[in-house]
């Protein structure tokens, strides 16, 4: 079977895309790049082609541009480019060479994927064109993988240290990125270019051993060759395998999941008994974790938290994950700066993050009064407008209904056993700098009603959840 034929093959195999996908090319100049052009031009695809220029090899940079120029004019198809300023981003980034050019590319291809790349790129209409407005958004990014590629990357990872993602490599699919040549071997790229008498480029970059990827191709394979002559046959099939594993992997971590995290709201809750009791320990608490930020580096943390005090807590940049006695709650970072609302005399209803405040006057008796954490019975006498609501700070404190003495709020939200998200969202109504109400929790005992109460101002909050 000749490379056509496995291409066009592989494609269907893995469900690339269809025939009529208009489809966007990533093409340097090199053998591996004007291959995937050949075939996709044989196969009789809808492509057009983008050309990255990062400006790191002065005349040979520009040289491979216009070389690709040449290329898109004789398929007769657009073209898009863009050049990119590359030491400055590394420099504003502080990222490696590789890391730079490889974040710009890909913000690039997903923005014209998108159909944004009109203000970043110069775009050459083909032949049959007359404005390169008509060019169509392409619906998927093709680039020139190919399988010596991805076992470099899975050398590469296993080096660096990695989890099964790692191990399988490159995807042939990953969003709307596609990569076609992941079944070829570099010598069949290289014998179909010299029958169909393809003219490239090469970037003289490549020739380079201080990039890892130049080093693990130039000297770590072939002396790894010297003693399996079939190394990379066998790390082939590995890749194939290591696929096939990372199925069953997610498979059952799912399943595991699905036994421990209880949704509740905006928080996740695991209960810590049955979490100590799963097994691999480690390798599941960070498939939970990874997806709130976690780095593999703080598996440790969280498992410590286990039969840790009630109370500690691991942070990541965009969620907290606390031990709450018998459990274990995921919730978003409170990243919010402490706000403060105005409440007048005249507002009868307030909407704010945590839900709904409802302002009544009341002529009732005392003991007609239902008890409930969610309504503050007040003595209208002793309220003065405007209100403040506010979020609790440190320091806060206010005499608790039934009480005599001041209490400090962080003292009293504890003693009514609030987990440390909850009391995050705990909110106040304030007036001269008296606290009047912990919302949904306690009225202060100043603003009781009383025998000698004659208008009750009745607020009621309805949490967000149950609006």
């Excluded at 208009?22 to 995937?36: I, K, N, W």
């Excluded at 590394?90 to 690039?108: F, I």
């Excluded at 002396?223 to 096939?244: D, G, M, S, W």
């Excluded at 909110?427 to 606290?435: A, G, Y």
Aim: aromatic fraction near 8%; hydrophobic fraction near 40%; proline fraction near 3%.
């Amino acid at each position: 079977m000749n490379l056509l034929q496995r291409f066009l093959e592989f494609i269907k195999e893995e469900n690339l895309f269809h025939r009529n996908d208009h489809l966007l090319l990533a093409v340097s100049g090199g053998v591996d790049s004007m291959v995937l052009c050949e075939l996709c031009k044989q196969a009789g695809f809808n492509f057009m082609i983008a050309h990255c220029n990062f400006q790191l090899r002065g005349e040979e940079s520009k040289r491979d541009e216009q070389f690709v120029h040449e290329l898109a004019s004789r398929h007769g198809v657009a073209l898009v480019v863009k050049l990119f300023d590359t030491h400055q981003y590394m420099t504003e980034n502080k990222v490696s060479l590789q890391v730079a050019a490889r974040e710009l590319r890909y913000a690039w291809f997903n923005n014209l994927l998108e159909g944004k790349g009109e203000e970043m790129a110069t775009f050459v209409a083909s032949p049959e064109s007359t404005s390169a407005s008509i060019i169509n958004t392409p619906k998927y990014l093709l680039t020139a993988h190919h399988a010596d590629d991805n076992i470099e990357t899975m050398l590469m990872n296993f080096f660096k240290g990695t989890g099964i993602s790692g191990l399988r490599g490159i995807l042939p699919k990953q969003g709307n990125t596609l990569r076609p040549l992941l079944f070829a071997h570099k010598t069949a790229i290289l014998d179909f270019c010299n029958e169909n008498n393809l003219s490239y480029v090469e970037d003289s970059s490549n020739e380079s051993d201080k990039y890892t990827r130049n080093f693990f191709r130039h000297q770590l394979l072939p002396a790894i060759q010297k003693v399996f002559p079939r190394v990379e046959e066998n790390l082939a099939k590995n890749l194939i395998r290591f696929r096939e594993i990372e199925k069953l992997y997610i498979q059952s971590v799912q399943l595991h999941k699905k036994k421990l995290l209880e949704a509740k709201g905006n928080e996740v809750h695991i209960p810590v008994l049955k979490l100590k009791k799963a097994s691999p320990l480690e390798s599941l608490t960070y498939e939970i974790i990874k997806d709130y930020g976690f780095s593999a580096r703080q598996t440790g943390e969280v498992v410590d938290l286990l039969d840790s005090q009630s109370g500690k807590f691991v942070q990541s940049a965009t969620h907290r994950i606390i031990k709450n006695r018998k459990w274990l709650v995921i919730s978003p970072a409170d990243t919010a700066n402490s706000q403060t609302i105005i409440i007048n005399g005249g507002d009868k209803k307030l909407v704010f993050e945590e839900g709904l405040l409802e302002f009544k006057e009341l002529l009732v008796s005392e003991s007609s009064l239902p008890t409930d954490n969610a309504i503050a019975y007040l003595d209208e006498s002793e309220v003065v407008f405007p209100l403040l609501l506010r979020k609790r700070k440190q320091g806060d404190y206010f005499y608790p209904l039934g009480m005599q003495k001041k209490k400090k709020l962080s003292r009293f939200l504890s003693d009514q056993k609030l987990s440390l998200t909850a009391k995050e969202h705990v909110w106040l109504l304030e007036m001269n700098k008296k606290i009047i109400w912990v919302i949904g929790q306690r009225i202060d005992d100043r603003f009781k009603i009383t025998g000698k109460t004659k208008k009750v101002l009745q607020v009621t909050f309805s949490p967000t959840d149950s609006k």
